[in-house]
């Protein structure tokens, strides 16, 4: 069975639910789990720097006796590191730079029995139409999931933007109306996560 825990996005401005968020991803695993971090959703020049970040954000949640270890995903090497890990833990992004690099996968066996962990822009990535706050429309996820799904949902995600504020319910009203419309929509708070295990 995989587990999926999606994220809406800005943990580090939550304390409380980054915790449980950190802790619901170990939930039912050995007291030694191995973390496979992936920053494909960003510039290739910031993954090392901000692995020792990540990792360190997920090591001060754990509980006291769950001591997690910490893996690099790298394209030429994901296939097998995937297979060694017990939670792929994708970091949040851009939407269209992680697809670029997902789609050279079988994702589906490549998530098989694993938890899998997203934030923001790969949470979009596993589901089947999303809305998102850099483009501000509607777009196509990888269809792991059958929802829809806006993350950072009433944030003040782009209030600095020169394009002004988000409204929030045009996006939610423009993800109902797109794509296939019998799909329930999940629009998480930042911070906020949901669970699917299949």
């Known amino acids: 069975m995989t587990k999926f825990v999606l994220n809406s996005g800005a943990i580090k401005n939550t304390p409380a639910l980054k915790k449980q968020f950190h802790q619901e991803i170990v939930k039912g695993l050995s007291k030694k789990p191995h973390f496979l971090l992936c920053n494909f959703s960003q510039g290739r020049e910031y993954w090392e720097v901000k692995f020792g ?14 001591t997690p270890s910490f893996e690099l995903a790298m394209p030429n090497m994901f296939v097998k590191q995937c297979s060694q890990a017990d939670i792929i833990y994708f970091h949040g ?26 934030s923001s822009a790969s949470s979009d990535m596993l ?72």
């Open 127 to 198: 589901v089947t139409h999303y809305w998102t706050c850099d483009w501000r429309q509607c777009a196509d996820g990888l269809a792991i999931l059958p929802i829809k799904f806006i993350p950072h949902y009433q944030s003040n995600f782009g209030d600095i933007d020169p394009r002004g504020p988000i409204d929030w319910q045009k996006a939610y009203d423009e993800l109902a109306a797109y794509g296939n419309t019998s799909l329930p929509i999940h629009a998480l708070k930042e911070g906020e996560f949901i669970i699917f295990e299949r």
């Open 53 to 66: 970040g990540y990792s360190n954000s997920i090591r001060e949640d754990m509980p006291s006796d769950i």
């Open 93 to 118: 992004g851009d939407d269209h730079l992680l697809q670029y690099w997902m789609k050279q996968f079988d994702i589906n066996d490549l998530f098989k029995d694993k938890v899998v962990a997203t």
